[in-house]
């Protein structure tokens, strides 16, 4: 026979099992666009390299595809983690690959505008990495927390507006490039540019929307989140069918 | 796009690897008219053109002297349109032209037969890399 107070905290634990076995929208939504993503990330890089693998500009496209699959596995590799320090360093890898990954399509982006030489006759390169370095070190060191029960990043009001103003800024940049070059192109290039366009715009949504929810700005926002997170899985569709399909 | 090494109005080398704007004529009377500029300005102004601009083109002189027995001049040219990047172009042309003072420097008759001229047009794409494709023959081997 169980008493009454034993009775309920059976009850009480039951519900915390039942509450740790179910998925929040946010684990399934990682669970199902992030892994295909990576994937197709993975692909696209070496489709891209096999087409000329010595092209500065096909090296740059094929990184920073890498370097956003790498940021999504990392988010995978912390989703059931309950160690709030790895949760803490994996989310930083994620989200500084997240930049670098856009910062080194633009280097893709500036070559085919411009060049190849650009990259190996100019300084302006150099400076700009160690612009860029001396960024992501900063940024690097900005605190994050971990939200305890739900185990997720909880970002300080430094790195989520520094996250926002340097994201943005690549971002914005790498859209003017695109469109400089976008005028370049011939009626057929244009076509599957503008689904590559297309894609880093819903990148962007993605990365955004994970900034706004790693802020925790906003209140009861993971269902949305949830949502704007598929713009991931969006994106890399269309940059597939931008760069794979002929 | 086109570049070319001119000697007297003459065009020794000259490729046309891409044509946007639709440049006329023929490389001869390119090369003549550009020859004649640059003698017209160094003789006024006492100095040589380094680039000028139109609405849709750019263009790019490099002038060398050969320390040959005839000491003869050469102009490298480069006609682009209007993106061209001066810097870029100015480093990248200075390395062809090297390369054809060292090749071709000790001859004491640049001009005559120029089929001997057609070897280094091989040479000149391989310094020249990417700059000889447009952007949508760049953007080509990616998307």
């Known amino acids: ?246 | 796009m086109e570049l070319g090494i001119i000697k007297d109005g003459v065009p020794l080398v000259s490729k046309q690897y891409y044509n946007v704007n639709k440049i006329k004529n023929s490389a001869v009377l390119r090369a003549g008219f550009l020859s004649g500029l640059n003698a017209f300005v160094e003789h006024t102004f006492s100095e040589e053109i380094e680039a000028f601009q139109m609405r849709n083109f750019t263009i790019m002189l490099l002038t060398r002297a050969i320390q040959n027995p005839n000491a003869t001049k050469i102009i490298f040219y480069c006609i682009g349109d209007k993106e061209l990047d001066l810097n870029i172009v100015k480093k990248v042309i200075t390395k062809v032209l090297d390369e054809f003072v060292k090749k071709y420097g000790h001859l004491e008759q640049l001009s005559g037969d120029l089929s001997k001229y057609l070897e280094f047009q091989r040479s000149m794409d391989k310094i020249l890399g990417d700059l000889i494709r447009s952007p949508d023959d760049r953007a080509r081997s990616v998307f």
């Open chain 1, 1 to 246: 026979m169980i008493g009454h107070d034993q009775f309920f905290n059976y009850e009480e634990n039951r519900k915390k099992v039942r509450e740790m076995d179910e998925l929040t929208p946010r684990q399934i939504n990682l669970l199902v666009a992030f892994p295909i993503f990576i994937v197709i990330a993975i692909i696209l890089g070496i489709l891209i390299l096999r087409r000329d693998p010595h092209y500065k500009a096909n090296q740059f496209f094929a990184l920073a595809f890498w370097l956003n699959g790498i940021a999504l596995l990392f988010n995978l590799l912390y989703l059931f983690s309950q160690d709030t320090f790895l949760i803490s360093v994996l989310n930083k890898a994620s989200i500084g690959s997240i930049n670098m990954g856009l910062i080194i399509m633009l280097f893709g982006i500036l070559t085919l505008y411009k060049g190849e030489n650009w990259v190996k006759e100019t300084k302006t390169l150099y400076w700009f990495i160690t612009l860029l370095v001396i960024l992501l070190t900063v940024q690097n060191f900005l605190p994050i927390d971990v939200n305890i029960p739900e185990y997720t990043p909880e970002w300080s009001l430094q790195f989520g507006l520094f996250q926002i103003l340097f994201g943005q800024s690549l971002f914005i940049t790498l859209l003017y490039f695109s469109i400089r070059l976008y005028r370049e192109l011939s009626a057929e290039i244009k076509r599957r540019f503008r689904r590559f366009v297309l894609g880093t715009i819903f990148i962007n949504l993605t990365t955004s929307s994970v900034t706004i929810q790693n802020m925790q700005i906003i209140e009861n926002y993971e269902p949305i989140a949830a949502v704007l997170n598929l713009g991931a899985f969006i994106a890399i569709i269309l940059i597939y069918f931008g760069i794979v399909r002929r």
